[in-house]
């Protein structure tokens, strides 16, 4: 029903194919809305923001407010707990690198230590870090470097024969006293949704000073985000996902925890006083946006979050699910092995799978002189295929555009390529 909306679907591949594009959790392809109206910025109303005041500097300025504005209210939060940056990556690494600065400045005489409640971010080696087995790189370096950098601990949740993130008394045990948890809401790897609700409700008990972070980037394209009823103190995600532009992303963080977190990047944007031997910040978000920010991809943002919402979660679930129960039948294929359960409930439209030795890129390629666009490899999430004992899998993800049509391609391909590997390996065994 959407799928006219998106321009690629009409444009022939370079090959000749006609693109069956089932890569969405890697990233999302655009609508006309998102790409009309950059065409549209770039064209007619292109300047910078925050620097001046000529007409079309207001109006891009206003735009950026009003992204702002439309963000929160998309996650049930407040304009003054949204930071633009790069991506879920920047995002998720801004936090990060604030917890270390703190760190850093905390007895010196700065501005930071001076003004901002620094000693709430204290790490050192009784610090707990809590992240989870199934975390995408992105969620997980980040920590392991700022362990390396304080001392602190890390551990992880592990997750369960299905890779779901175990919330059992014992794992959940883990949490007690931890400073950081850090968890994905929905893997890229098995489709899971984490039971945040469980987590949160057990470390606001059992661990008091701990900021809890959500990695939503996967859920943010599915399922509604609601970070003030899921009780959180970050949340990180791409906007590229989101059937809106690359090179934008967003940090939520609750604006009593904010309000604490001293920059990170610095030069233009962020300050309020600048001397030549030192400077002073603004208040949050803006003390976090340091530098002309990525404006058209703004402009795009509120493209993508209107239209998102004219398309509505109700529709987006109920299709995506009527989808999937399609897609699951990739269990039936000879060889086929999907990572995590094969059932439909608690998951999203993202399924990994195996097929006995066959390398996932030849899967891959295999698809792609059909014209089926998957991903392959390790996902960025080595520890949940290291769980799996395997190192890569080819993986497909839906998005709103899809249909039947492309499951049933998907679901021949890959028959084809079971039965042309297993042809394959008989003849190399001697057998027919
Ligand atoms: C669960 C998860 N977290 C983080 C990221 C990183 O997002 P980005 O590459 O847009 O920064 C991804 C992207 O694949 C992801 O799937």
Redesign the pocket.
């Known amino acids: 029903m959407y799928r006219k909306d998106f321009p690629i679907f009409d444009a022939p591949l370079g090959n000749g194919q006609e693109l069956i594009y089932l890569d969405s959790?890697?990233t999302a392809q655009k609508p006309n809305a998102v790409i009309d109206a950059m065409r549209e910025f770039y064209s007619a109303t292109y300047s910078t923001v925050n620097r001046s005041t000529y007409y079309l500097e207001s109006l891009a300025t206003e735009n950026y407010e009003l992204a702002r504005a439309k963000l929160a209210d998309f996650i049930n939060a407040d304009a003054t707990e949204i930071v633009f940056t790069s991506?879920?990556?920047?995002s998720l690494n801004l936090i990060a690198d604030s917890f270390l600065n703190a760190n850093l400045l905390l007895e010196t005489s700065s501005w930071e230590a001076e003004n901002l409640d620094l000693a709430r971010f204290k790490l050192d080696a009784e610090s707990k870090i809590i992240v989870t087995e199934a975390e995408?790189h992105?969620?997980l370096v980040p920590w392991q470097q700022l362990c390396k950098k304080t001392g602190a601990k890390l551990y992880a949740l592990p997750v369960d024969s299905d890779g779901v993130i175990k919330t059992d008394t014992v794992s959940l045990k883990l949490l007690h006293d931890a400073k950081i948890v850090a968890l994905?809401h929905v893997s890229?790897v098995t489709g899971a949704i984490t039971d945040v609700e469980t987590i949160v409700k057990y470390a606001r008990q059992h661990a008091k000073n701990a900021f809890i972070v959500l990695?939503a980037?996967?859920s943010v394209p599915h399922i509604k985000l609601n970070v003030k009823k899921l009780d959180i103190d970050f949340a990180a995600f791409?906007l590229?996902?989101l059937y809106g532009p690359t090179g934008l992303?967003v940090l939520y963080a609750k604006h009593e925890v904010m309000k604490d977190m001293p920059p990170t990047k610095t030069g233009g944007s962020v300050i309020e006083y600048v001397g030549i031997d030192s400077a002073t910040f603004r208040l949050a978000p803006q003390r976090f946006e340091a530098g002309t920010p990525n404006i058209e991809a703004i402009i795009g943002a509120i493209a993508a979050v209107d239209y998102i919402n004219s398309v509505g979660f109700e529709y987006i679930m109920s299709h995506e699910n009527d989808l999937l129960e399609h897609l699951l039948e990739l269990k039936n294929i000879a060889q086929a092995r999907i990572l995590g359960t094969a059932a439909k409930q608690n998951r999203i439209g993202v399924v990994s799978f195996t097929l006995d030795d066959i390398h996932p890129h030849e899967i891959g390629q295999f698809l792609d002189s059909k014209g089926i666009a998957i991903r392959v490899g390790h996902h960025?999430a080595q520890p949940i295929h290291r769980h799996f004992g395997i190192p890569v899998s080819a993986r497909a993800s839906l998005g709103i555009y899809n249909n039947h049509d492309d499951i049933d391609k998907l679901l021949d391909a890959v028959k084809q390529v079971s039965a042309f590997f297993a042809q394959r390996t008989a003849r190399g065994s001697g057998r027919t």
Do not use: I, L, W
Request: with cysteine; glycine share 10%.
């Open positions: 959790a890697a991506g879920a990556t920047e995408h992105a969620d994905t890229n990695d980037c996967q791409s590229h996902k992303g960025c």
